[in-house]
């Protein structure tokens, strides 16, 4: 089994920063696309951000479009969310999920229901 694990989550102010990441284990390293869904209380889960395996092809969220980065670092096994000038609104508890192995040509998915592996996610508290 995949097996991902997110760290950088914590409290902070509006219009602050911070970089989230999500490090995979086991099989089939970065030969998945990798995605940050993202849980609000009271809030059904909802898709931030998505990059492919091969790091080329980045699909956002309208909300976060312009403030947020997705990336991967592949020498790291590691994908990176870095936020910028985050907002009350953003609060959440942050989720990295894994599709399973696919071929670099396979499209990127906005649905959580297309990631078969998650981690235990990490929580991001923005005050105002």
């Known amino acids: 089994q995949v097996r991902l694990l997110e760290s950088g989550g914590g409290l902070v102010q509006a219009g602050d920063s911070l970089r989230l990441s999500c490090t995979a284990s086991g099989p089939s390293n970065n030969r998945y696309h990798t995605a940050w869904f993202r849980q609000a209380p009271g809030k059904e889960r909802e898709f931030v951000a998505v990059?492919?395996?091969?790091?080329?092809?980045?699909e956002y969220a309208d909300s976060v479009k312009g403030r947020f980065t997705i990336s991967r670092d592949q020498a790291k096994n590691t994908v990176n969310l870095q936020m910028y000038n985050l907002k009350p609104d953003d609060t959440a508890v942050y989720y990295c999920a894994a599709d399973g192995p696919v071929i670099l040509t396979a499209p990127v998915s906005v649905s959580e229901r297309d990631y078969d592996y998650w981690g235990q996610g990490t929580q991001v508290t923005v005050s105002s």
């Open positions: 990059v492919s395996r091969g790091g080329n092809r980045v």
